[in-house]
């Protein structure tokens, strides 16, 4: 059973930077495509961004010009470095570790913006 677990939220004023973590254990995490999502209350999880073992990137539109996904496989972490946050950026954001017919959550990171 995987363990997923994420740090780095907090609140920021918009404009700013967070560094999300994303530190991994129990599985292989270097043969898993990991990814970050995002959920405001009422609406449904979105993918935020995604990094294969390869280190292909996948971005959601809103993400590709302000949010920078990376992986460090000897410390089975996954990063999300986000700039120039924005209000509608709130959100709790989730980690997820995936391969073909299984996957992994995280219990999720509150990043709040605002001034």
């Known amino acids: 059973q995987g363990k997923l677990v994420e740090s780095g939220g907090g609140t920021v004023q918009p404009g700013n930077s967070l560094l999300l973590s994303c530190e991994v254990s129990?599985?292989?995490?270097?043969?898993?495509?990991m990814g970050w999502y995002r959920q405001v209350p009422g609406k449904d999880r979105e993918m935020v961004a995604s990094?294969?073992?390869?280190?292909?990137?996948t971005y959601a539109t809103f993400a590709q010009a302000r949010f920078e996904i990376s992986r460090d496989n000897d410390k089975s972490t996954v990063y999300l470095l986000m700039s120039n946050l924005q209000p509608e950026d709130t959100a709790v954001y989730y980690c997820?570790?995936?391969?073909?017919?299984?996957?992994?959550w995280g219990q999720g990171t509150q990043v709040t913006v605002s001034s």
């Open positions: 997820k570790a995936t391969r073909p017919s299984l996957f992994y």
């Open positions: 129990e599985i292989s995490f270097r043969i898993y495509t």
């Open positions: 990094i294969t073992p390869s280190r292909t990137r």
